[in-house]
């Protein structure tokens, strides 16, 4: 995996749990969503209507469906736990924690439902990346006031709807292009966040600027940086190798968090931050020894029918 690559994609999704933040303190979660995602959606329709018909070639009415669904688990249903789960008083690292644990249950889940290998190096970076988040943000969640204990399973449900976005595309024998699968994604978001706001009678925005920054902020960084790389890492290198990256999520949204809002950054912090990035190099040293035994030579890689490479 290209390491500038890496390192957007960790940085751009981190950016949406501080994009979050800024949002909680303007509007509702559903307001701000709608926002973010009904006039995104209205640019990428007309992108694809008159410059982009070409990639939407070959998609059949299944394949939509199916690219809905996963839209709806990937980003209907995962950030709308995020974002209520931070408007609840969950802070962003402890709801960074929570969506750490999902390389945890993609790699427990990939074998039965990949029919792919776990190896025991891969094991091991997985359990040190639990170990290094767990160690960022448990001083948080133990200093936590005032937040109900259901609150925490929130973005736990979160989590899980993204662990099943992520097998349902890998099992999908049909290569959406990534323009297509975001433009399907994004307006079915927008669908389900307008009808929810509207519901709730909180589709009016609030005139402060505050709430246009935070829009803006997700949209450039969390939605087209984040979001896209998300896809864009899994479909190169696999569940295993883009999950192993989710590990790095919550220790750089501490720091962050620490520059943008003071947020305390102490000797756990570091540790943990030493500790995560300990797991992907674990993690990405054993991958990478063994795509050059299985491509030795001149042999490319080839795509497989669940949705990896190998």
Known sequence: MNLLLAVAFVLCWSSGFIGAKLG?????????LMWRFLP??????????????????GLTARDALRQCVIGALSQSGYLLTVYYAIQLG??????????????????????P????????????????????????TS??????????????????????SLVAATFLESRSRTVVAPSVAMTIHCATSAVVFTALAVAAGAAVPPA?????????????????????LYWLVLRRSGVMRVNTLMFLMA???????????????GPSTAVGLAVALLAVVVVRGGAARTALGNNSGDVPARRADNGTWV
């Open 90 to 111: 969950v802070s962003s690292g402890t709801t960074a924690l929570i969506d750490g644990t999902q390389p945890l249950v993609a790699g427990a889940l990939a074998g």
């Open 24 to 32: 909680a303190g303007s509007a509702d979660a559903v307001t701000v």
């Open 113 to 136: 439902l990949l029919r792919s290998h776990v190896s025991g190096r891969q094991w091991l970076g997985l359990c040190l990346g639990v170990t290094g988040v767990l160690v960022v």
């Open 251 to 265: 220790p750089v949204t501490a720091v962050w968090g620490a520059i943008m809002f003071g947020e305390p950054f």
């Open 208 to 228: 402060e600027t505050s709430f246009w920054v935070a829009v803006g902020w997700l949209v450039v960084l969390a939605t087209f940086g984040g979001y896209g």
């Open 139 to 160: 001083a948080d969640a133990a200093a936590a006031q005032g937040v109900e204990p259901w609150a925490y399973g929130v973005p736990f449900l979160g989590m899980l």
């Open 40 to 57: 995104l959606a209205l640019v990428l329709g007309a992108v694809a209507v008159t410059r982009a018909r070409a990639a939407w070639r």
